[in-house]
């Protein structure tokens, strides 16, 4: 069946972190702009790795550099990179651009 869609239209992903070394956590919601709605598919069938990857990637990062608009714009390209990887994409065929839509660190 084909679902349609394609855009950034998808549910946000919801993750919730330890930031590295700092006993602060960080609460980020995300879209994915794709280049096609094949895309949002092959993501949604291996989630649990897209998942593991992201929290692998986000735990990583330090507060200080999050806290900076350069520090997000960072991690949102780190984040497109990590995905394109997995899905053996370049940002025009697979993940163009990711979206936050929440950024809280506490």
Known sequence: ANEG???AAAEPLRF???????GRILQVDMVFEVAHAEVDGTLKAIRPKVQHKLIILLSSEQPEQLLTLEGKKAL???????????????PKSGVKEVLFTNFIIQ
Do not use: Q
């Open 76 to 90: 949102a390209e780190s984040i497109r990179d990590v995905l394109n990887k997995l899905l053996d994409e370049t």
């Open 16 to 22: 919730v972190v330890n930031l590295a070394g700092s």
């Open 5 to 7: 869609g394609g855009g």
